[in-house]
């Protein structure tokens, strides 16, 4: 009777895990197509430096196999090279910093535009955004224990009545606090 408890205990840890997951990847795939779709109104409109901001913060809301984190890189080396021809520097140093930043961002622990990046430091003198390793490290380090922390409290913070045991939950809600907000200071220092 008593693995029975801890069966249904991990198959609803396990669904909500999926659940937010799936959310999450639902999210970010919204973004980065509600930004590339910006990018392109903007584009439309003549608006290049709203379409560079759109196309790069599309491209920093990377998912494997998302059409339009490429599309948009595509997009970012077009408005460079256009812009190059036109002899407009500004604008295109604006779009390969863009695409700098953005490749780089997404690169901290495996970069799926080695190519696209080196061409866009190539392309352009640049200023080099790439992220503190020990940061981003803190900060992916800290997100599993944060999780695993949620996952604690919902094995070891209550007893199998479904009260509350005050001491042990006080005790890893705390630590997990803890660790969200090493996660959050990670996020913005990297």
Known sequence: MESRRYFKRI?????????????????????SWSEYTRGIESIKKGDYTAAVKHFEKSVRWYLPMNGYNRDSVKQLFNIAEEAQKREDSGLSIKAYNALISALSTISIVYNPYPDELKKAREGNEYRDYLPNRLWSAVSVLSFFAYISGIIAIIFYGFRTDGSIKKKSFAILLGITVMLFIIWILGLTKA
């Open 11 to 31: 198959v609803g840890a396990l669904s909500v895990i999926i659940v937010i997951l799936l959310m999450i990847t639902l999210r970010v795939y919204h973004g």
